[in-house]
Structures are given as structure tokens and as C-alpha cells.
């Protein structure tokens, strides 16, 4: 028989069972919308963290004091104070390491904060100029911290736009006094909603220059009387120059602060975040899948199930047809063709309704959750594969108990 | 030419044992018509499922052409039943989803020599006088008509050898007797070999030679005498 005879005969015999044959497909179906859609769901949610981490800039190494680094990830920031806000200068000089472009250090402290009878508790970042830049963030209104603020140690501050929501409404805060841990300061400017990030919500804090942070509002001091800071955000020129600009800080540090043995600091590589992110959100895309996929085999299962009573339906078939010549092949073939036409029928309908199931979803807000997704080819071709190869599987058993069918016994059955 | 020495065929049941066919010695020359009697549970059916390679043996030989078919394979037999022979069961069996046509066209989709199925099987129709029913589902021909689709489909891809177990067996006489003239019809015209397997005295006695079964044996092998 070739491919036409065979694809003819196993339409017409399932088309013979019209709704049988559509209940098993629409389990196929079932799965494969769900692992397309739940995999989009996840790819979804895995482009926007990206999104994120790329739009701080990919040329970032972050310096934070301390041996904290596990797996490239940090969590939460180094507890050691022994960077400073002079390794900070000191890194951004250009005589020392011209691969550096821009640095920004920042000192993060908790504050209560106080407006008229509104208040609110949140994290109040120490900062300098060039955060505002090395950070890729836009203001809304107002200006930003100045070099002068920072040598002054100046009372003022810029506030996050959650922040500002939460205190001023939709008043204009510039100019407006507020108190963080009872100390006045000035509003100069507000940030520009960045939407919540995977470092927590980027917009609920509250920027002041690093020094009045330190000697104003953090409790902790080091010995020497230096300014210390928690991370130290370096912008390098290049990305090609991440690894020497890396090597460079760190010699630098370590001579700075006269290290022999163990650093006291963790350099970590943007480039590196992003990837370990990646992997570890793959993992998750992919648990998704799995998920949706048990669906599948329940689906798989369907099939097998009614192609055994289709077989045993049949036998008197399978018989006249061995008495007419066709071999086990010709019998595992055709059973065997009904099988994969169901799963890839479902497959192929399975796609089609997975594709709007995540077009529905796309940018909907559902139980609170905003969903965004993103559909690649390649999760239908797996969503395909997936389903033929569950045809293959659970039609091969049917099919070779129908091929093993002897001639006579098959005549005889009733 | 058909060979059987000492074929014997046993079924178990159990502790149970039934001969079926013991000890068949048999030949039958290419071109001969011979009807087969006895009664029921002879072991008539057995016999024609064994020449027509539905089933092997338990032991004993069957050469076809010269050719030992108890070692042939699975696959093997199937060509044998795809090509060297045709059968008509007395059940018709045939499929019937399918159009006369579609049945008939059934051997051609296995095997060799899948060109103009559908012209061959038209001709096989004709052949059997049923031009003007190819389009007929199984359910929508009579019993003689429904025989004779049999017939065109045994007969559509040529073979030596045709074999009939009780092909009049649920026909009225009118249709019994348009089947056998056509069984007739194509040994003396085609020099087709026919086994036929009846219970009919008036019908074996117009073959050429009638063979008697009982118990699985072959008690009686007369050529029939036409002059009497
Ligand atoms: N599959 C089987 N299992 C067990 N015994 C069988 C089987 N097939 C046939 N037999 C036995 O073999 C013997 C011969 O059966 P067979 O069908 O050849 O008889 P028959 O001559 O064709 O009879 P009838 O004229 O009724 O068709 C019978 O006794 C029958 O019970
Ligand atoms: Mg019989």
C-alpha cells in the first residue's frame, strides 16, 4: 500500500466512528493546547524578567562587599561593610581602569517615612549623580541628585513613583517636605514607573544622596569613618571589556584594601545573572510543559484504549483481509496509521486552539495575576512531536495485536 | 498442482485433542474442477483452509508448484493467498463499509502489481456479471450478488487456483446455480483449477471429480463418470 492507500483507509475507518474517533482526538487536543498555552504562559513571564535585566544594561558588573555569591545569584546584599564609597572613586578614576565608564555605589537602609498624616515605611537608597544613568532610569519630574548634594550632604530626595503615589496622591511632590526617620527633607524629583522587577519593587523607595544616607540615616558606621556602601554598580564601555574590566576592579580592591588571601568582595557579571536567570526560568518553562504533558498522556492513553477495541471490533476485518493477501506489516501499518492520524489530527487542532488560548491570555489579568505570553515556533513543533511520538507509542501495542491475528481464528471470530 | 502427504491437523482443547484431518493424501492436477463431500465436521473446511494457506498443517507436507509451503513464513503465505489462489467463503465476508467495488479491489492493495487497481477490479466485476452494481455496499446486494463480489474479488488478481468452501451454502437454488455454472464456467474457459466444497450431490456430480471425507480422512475419490 503506499503512503495514499493508507492515509485514505484510516479516514474512512474512523470517519466510520465519527464521534468515538473525535472524543479520543479531543484529548490529544486538550494536551496540546495546554502544553502550548501553559508554555507560552511560561515563556511569557520568562521574557519579561529578562526584559528587565536587560534594560538595566548588559555591561554591568556589580562590586558587593563580602565572599556572599552563590551561583552567580546574590541574595539580598553582602552583610560585610568593607567596600567604601573611596573604592567607589576610586574604581571610577580613568588613570586606574579606562575601561570603566560610569560608576554608582549606593548604601540602602530602611526609613520611616512621613508626609502630613500620610506615612509609609520603605527602602531608602543612598546614592550619587550617576546612579540615574548607570541604572538606564528616567524622571517624571523634577531633577536628580547633584554631585553638590552629595559633597553637602544634602537633605533631599527622590522618590520612587509608588512612593510618591502613596504619599502625595496626585499632587506634584517637588518642592514638598517629607521626614524620613524624622529628619526633614526637600522633593526634588520623582522616578518614572519602572513596573515590578525581579529585584522587588523598583518603585517603591526612595533615593538620597549616599553621604546623607551614612552619616544621616544608616545606623551602622565603619571604624575608620569611611562611607560604606552595599553595592557598587560598574558601567564598563564595551561588553567584550567585562572580563578585564572584572579582573581590573578586583586587583584593585584587593590593593586597596591590602588583601593577601580571601577577597572581601563579590564581583558579579550582569551577563552571568542573566544567563543563570535564564536557565533556571527554562527549568521552569519546561516544568510547565511537563505538567500540561501529563494531559497528553492521559490523552495517549485514550488512544490506545479505543484502538484495542477497535482491534478486537475489527478481527473479522483483519481476518478477510489477511485471507486477501495482506501481511502483518500491511495490518501493523494500518492500524498503526489510524493511531498517528488521531494524534497528529488532535496534534495539529491542539496547536491551532493552544495558539488562541494564549492569544486570550496575552496581556490579560487573570486572579490578579498579569499574564503576558510569548509563542515560538518551536514549542509547536515540540507540541507536534510530542504527539506523534505518543501515537507511535500507544498505537504500536493495539497495532501489534491486530498484526499477530491468525487468518482462520480472525475469519472464525464472531 | 496441489500435493498433500499425510496432512494431518490437530486442534487442542485442553487435555481434549480433535483430528481434524488425518493423514490427507492428495493431488490435484492444474486445470481440474473437484468437488469435496462429507459430512459436517469431516473436516472439508480444515482441508480447504490448508490449500488455500489460511492455516498450516500440523503435519504432513502441501507443495504448491513444486513449492513445500509448510516452511514458508508468514509473510510468504501471505503472497501465496495474495497471488496463487483465491477463496470464496460460504459467509461472503465481506467488508461491509466498503462498496463492492472497494471489496473488490482489496487483494490489489497488497502485494505486487498495484496498477489500475480500480480498472481491474471494474473487469473482475464484469466478469461476474455485476457491472451495474460496483457502487453497492454489501448491505445493499442479495445473497447471490454479495457471492458473486466474492467471486470477482478471488478472482482479480488471477490465480491458479480457486477455492470454495460451501460457496452455495446460504444461496437459493436459482443464485446456487448461477454461482456453480460460474464456477464451472471459468475451469472449462480459463483452465482455472477449482476446489469446491458442497453438500450437493447434483452439483458435485457435474465436476470432474468427487472427493469424500469423513473423520479427517479421505474415504472416497472417484472421477465422475459423465457418460452414465
Ligand atoms: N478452531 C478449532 N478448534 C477446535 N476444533 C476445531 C476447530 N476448527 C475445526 N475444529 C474441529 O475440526 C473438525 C472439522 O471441522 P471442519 O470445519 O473442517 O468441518 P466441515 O467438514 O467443514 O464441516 P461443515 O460441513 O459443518 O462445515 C470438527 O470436528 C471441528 O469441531
Ligand atoms: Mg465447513
Known amino acids: ?414 | 498442482m496441489i500435493v498433500l502427504e499425510g496432512v494431518t491437523k490437530v486442534y487442542s482443547l485442553g487435555a481434549v485433542q480433535v483430528r481434524a484431518l488425518d493423514g490427507v493424501d492428495l493431488s490435484i492436477n492444474r486445470g481440474e474442477i473437484v468437488a469435496v463431500m462429507g459430512v459436517s465436521g469431516s473436516g472439508k473446511s480444515t482441508l480447504m483452509n490448508i490449500l488455500g494457506c489460511l492455516d498450516v498443517p500440523t503435519s504432513g507436507s502441501y507443495s504448491l508448484d513444486g513449492e513445500d509451503v509448510g516452511s514458508l513464513d508468514d509473510d510468504k503465505l501471505a503472497y501465496i493467498r495474495n497471488r496463487k489462489v483465491g477463496f470464496v467463503f460460504q459467509t461472503y465476508n465481506l467488508l461491509p463499509r466498503l462498496t463492492a467495488l472497494a471489496n473488490v479491489e482489496l487483494p490489489l492493495l497488497y502485494g505486487r502489481g498495484r496498477r489500475q487497481r480500480r480498472q481491474r477490479a471494474q473487469e473482475a466485476l464484469e466478469r461476474v456479471g455485476l457491472a451495474d452494481r460496483m457502487r453497492h455496499k454489501p448491505a445493499e446486494l442479495s445473497g447471490g450478488q454479495q457471492q458473486r463480489v466474492g467471486i470477482a474479488r478471488a478472482l482479480v488478481k488471477d490465480p491458479a487456483i480457486l477455492l470454495a468452501d460451501e460457496p452455495t451454502g446460504n444461496l437459493d437454488s436459482r443464485s446456487s446455480e448461477e454461482i456453480i455454472s460460474m464456477l464451472i464456467r471459468l475451469n472449462r474457459d480459463e483452465g482455472i483449477t477449482v476446489v469446491v466444497v458442497t453438500h450437493s450431490p447434483e452439483i458435485a456430480a457435474r465436476t470432474d471429480r468427487v472427493i469424500s471425507m469423513l473423520d479427517g480422512r479421505i474415504v472416497d475419490d472417484t472421477p465422475v463418470d459423465r457418460d452414465r
Open chain 1, 1 to 414: 500500500m503506499n503512503l495514499l492507500d493508507i492515509a485514505n483507509s484510516a479516514l474512512t475507518s474512523l470517519w466510520a466512528n465519527k464521534l468515538r474517533s473525535s472524543l479520543t482526538v479531543l484529548g490529544i487536543v486538550i494536551g496540546v493546547a495546554a502544553v502550548i498555552s501553559l508554555m507560552s504562559i511560561g515563556r511569557g513571564a520568562q521574557a519579561s524578567i529578562t526584559e528587565r535585566i536587560q534594560s538595566l544594561g548588559t555591561n554591568l558588573l556589580f562590586v558587593q562587599p563580602g565572599a556572599t555569591s552563590f551561583g552567580g545569584i546574590f541574595f539580598g546584599q553582602g552583610s560585610a561593610s568593607t567596600l567604601t564609597l573611596d573604592d567607589a572613586y576610586a574604581i571610577s578614576d580613568p588613570t586606574a581602569i579606562p575601561s570603566v565608564s560610569a560608576v554608582a555605589p549606593e548604601l540602602s537602609t530602611f526609613g520611616d517615612i512621613v508626609f502630613g498624616r500620610e506615612n509609609t515605611s520603605t527602602q531608602v537608597l543612598g546614592v550619587t549623580t550617576e546612579y540615574l544613568d548607570v541604572r538606564n532610569l528616567e524622571l517624571s519630574t523634577g531633577g536628580f541628585i547633584s554631585q553638590g548634594h552629595v559633597t553637602n550632604r544634602s537633605e533631599v530626595a527622590v522618590l520612587g513613583s509608588f512612593t510618591s503615589e502613596t504619599l502625595f496622591g496626585l499632587r506634584d511632590p517637588v518642592g514638598q517636605t517629607i521626614r524620613i526617620n524624622d529628619r526633614r527633607f526637600t522633593v526634588i524629583g520623582v522616578l518614572d514607573s519602572e513596573g515590578g522587577g525581579p529585584f522587588g519593587q523598583l518603585d517603591d523607595q526612595i533615593l538620597v544622596p549616599i553621604t546623607t544616607a551614612y552619616y544621616r540615616l544608616a545606623s551602622e558606621r565603619t571604624t575608620q569613618g569611611d562611607v560604606t556602601v552595599n553595592l557598587i554598580s560598574v558601567q564598563v564601555e564595551d561588553e567584550d571589556l567585562m572580563d578585564q574590566a572584572e579582573g581590573e576592579i578586583a586587583t584593585l580592591l584587593r590593593l586597596r584594601h591590602r588583601l593577601t588571601s580571601e577577597d572581601d568582595f563579590t564581583i558579579n557579571n550582569q551577563q552571568d545573572t542573566l544567563e543563570t536567570l535564564e536557565e533556571t526560568t527554562d527549568t521552569f518553562v519546561m516544568f510547565l510543559g511537563a505538567i500540561a504533558g501529563i494531559s497528553l498522556l492521559v490523552g495517549g492513553i485514550g488512544i490506545m484504549n479505543i484502538m484495542l477495541v477497535s482491534v478486537t471490533e475489527r478481527t473479522r476485518e483483519i481476518g478477510i483481509r489477511k485471507a486477501m493477501g495482506a501481511t502483518r506489516r500491511d495490518i501493523l501499518v494500518q492500524f498503526m496509521s489510524e493511531a498517528i492520524v488521531l494524534s497528529i489530527g488532535g496534534g495539529g487542532i491542539g496547536v491551532l486552539a493552544g495558539i488562541a488560548l494564549s492569544r486570550l491570555i496575552d496581556g490579560r489579568t487573570l486572579l490578579g495575576q498579569n499574564f503576558e505570553t510569548v509563542f515560538s515556533g518551536d514549542i509547536v513543533v515540540l507540541a507536534l512531536f510530542v504527539s506523534a511520538a505518543i501515537g507511535l507509542f500507544f498505537g504500536i501495542y493495539p497495532a501489534v495485536r491486530a498484526a499477530r491475528q491468525h487468518p482462520i481464528d480472525a475469519l472464525r471470530y464472531e
